[in-house]
């Protein structure tokens, strides 16, 4: 055999095992998920959700009375001076409890986007920057705040009193209501009203998505899916690798409930919003927190209370909010800075320098199709809720 | 007609290296190691300026290429700036000093309030300051800021020229210069600022970290201190460990085979490989005899390698132990 003959053969063999290796890659199998994939995709799988953990503080959370009564308060615009705002004013239930705006407008504007309640039953921490921490102590803020409810506790009891339905839902589960003039009674009363809403709040949960069905096709080691498109899956590839996305959008609600500062941009006319920095000196101040006297907990250690993290860390930090609610709930971030999915992808592909704190946020190196597919999976966690009907619409329609 | 165009050019190079000397030389604030500098007297915080709407994320350090809504950041590397009433006022240059303008300059301005554009009251802003201007026209402008440290007893000022607009040719150089430094400082500050602080604050613990990660990696379920005096494990009332749960662990402490007792112990966690810490201040809330100690507070808030660092101090030995877990 000459040398030329002896390079021919080479370069046959090393074809065919090339044809070979591809052949058995191709099309290429992204179905394929190793052990360390599944296991975190089971951690995000909605089928993770734990039962929901009690709430300490307050005593009626799982009352179906109280659900009842808070269903009611919830949609009644009586609690607000004007008649015109109640909190399904700006929590709009056919938009997953948001309101389409930037920023929430009451009787006035407000500071910052409406939040969805959705799941957040689960969260330690209630608001963009945490300064409540319990449901039913943030369902109090808005009824006193200047630009939301636009009223006050005293105004706020005297709607319970003067509604006699209102007021033997009230009685029944809390006992008698407060005379006029009694300050200290209103107080109670007041947080009685919060504490019902938040028992109606509780049951505001997600449903499973096609997110989460795939995932039950992985988990059960189903080969051939239908499921998921391509771009889906190198999406959730990304999502959960690449796009480090998990740093903060974990677990089975896609988040983590913490406080992140990701470098977003100021609202046009106004300063940098220091989030959370504010917020947990508010939180700690606040009469209604899980030590005051108004909480039903038993153990006044309040963990979450004791142990938060303040200062310039948490400077401009704002709390993780749940993808699970990402459908009709744009415009995005603290002050709806962005419409689209795709500007809120652009800015975390590039990280920029925040303008008070620090960004956490890495630049991440995504090229044009790879932030095509994110969004492609982001898509696919759109989901109806969980919870029945009835709780979607005000009571008796 | 070349020499024209040669000695031209050569005065523009003149006027562009010329340019930088300039900026160092604006009064109050000044850059240092990539990092804008104010300093209201000794008093220093990191100073920044966005217009945002123009601009987005570009940071300035004083003159600002557009007249149009601006943002002023000062975020302070003293603790004093945070309990200090400071006060904020932008003024017309009237000085005919222009960059050169001085405190003195500006007290001898007869009608202050005549060429004030904004004055913020006093206010103490325990986090950060930041003051917002739109601003109508290009110009020349003075900037002070005014800390009250302890109570009126002492005064303290910074007074920065900087100019808003650029307009003549003269200032092109100056300018193309200008957005050029910007943008490497940009390029460069990425890490800086972070590392600058953390180097003032925190060498030492960055520096025993680093000393400790090697040995701590070795082992399983037991970690020894840097320097080899304690024997620390732990068991945690969660588990096995969750993302996102408050929790607490009972810390085991030997010292050659014996348990550690009375020890004061000071603990902080977070993630190495993403700059940042546990989202918990965890503490040390009970001593329960026998080596054993409660650290209550735990919570880690997403999947990854995690640090946990503990200064033990015992019968006049402190070391400190790092142990790692990955979530």
Known sequence: MNRSTGTYWLVVVITVA?????????????????????????????????????????????????????HALFFDTRLSPSGTIACATCHRPELRFTDGMQKGRGVGQSKRNTPSIVGVAYS???????????????????????????????????????????????????????????????????????KAIAAYERLIMPGPSRFDHYVEAVLSGVEEQTLYSADEIAGLRLYIGKAACTQCHNGPLLTNYEFHNTGVLSFPGE????????????????PFNCRGEFSDAADRSCAELEFARSGYEVLGAFRTPSLRNLEDTEPYMHKGQMFTLAEVLAHYNEAPLSMIGHNEAKPLGLNAVELMQLEAFLETLAAPLATDEKWLRPPGE | MTRLLASSFAVLLLLATQAPQYAQAHGGVVEEEDLCVIKVNYLRGHFKIYQPLIDGHNEYCEDLPNATETVFVMEYLHDSLGEAAVDFRIIRDVTGKGRFARWEDVAEIDDLEAVTILYREPTVDPDVLTVIHDFKEEGDFIGIVTANVDGDQKIYRAVFPFEVGYTGLGYWPFFILLLL????????????????RENRAAAAVVALLLLCAPISGALADEWVSSRGVYTVSFESSLEPIEINQIHAWILHITSDGEPVTGASLAGSGGMPAHDHGMPTRPRVTAELGNGHYRLEGMRFHMGGDWEVSIEIKANGRTDTVVMTLAL
Request: glycine fraction near 8%; hydrophobic fraction near 40%; aromatic fraction near 10%.
């Open chain 1, 18 to 70: 090339a044809l070979v290796a591809v052949s058995e890659n191709w099309p290429p199998d992204t179905d394929k998920w190793s052990d360390a994939d599944v296991a975190v995709l089971r951690t995000l799988w909605i089928g993770s959700l734990g039962v929901l953990p009690p709430d300490p503080t307050n005593a009626v959370a799982n009352d179906p009375r109280a659900s009842e009564l808070g």
């Open chain 1, 124 to 194: 330690p921490w209630q608001y963009w920057d945490g300064r409540r921490d319990s449901q039913w102590a943030q369902a109090l803020s808005p009824i006193e705040d200047a630009a939301e409810h636009g009223g006050n506790r005293e105004h706020a009891v005297s709607a319970v009193t003067a509604n006699d339905e209102f007021r033997q839902q009230y009685e029944a589960i809390f006992g008698l209501l407060p005379e006029p003039g009694d300050a200290r009674g209103t107080d109670t009363a007041f947080a009685n009203i919060g």
């Open chain 1, 271 to 286: 300063v940098p919003d220091k989030g959370r920095a504010a917020g947990v000196r508010q939180v700690l101040a606040d």
């Open chain 2, 181 to 196: 430094a910007i943008q490497l400082q940009y390029f460069f500050m990425s890490g800086r600022f972070k590392r600058w």
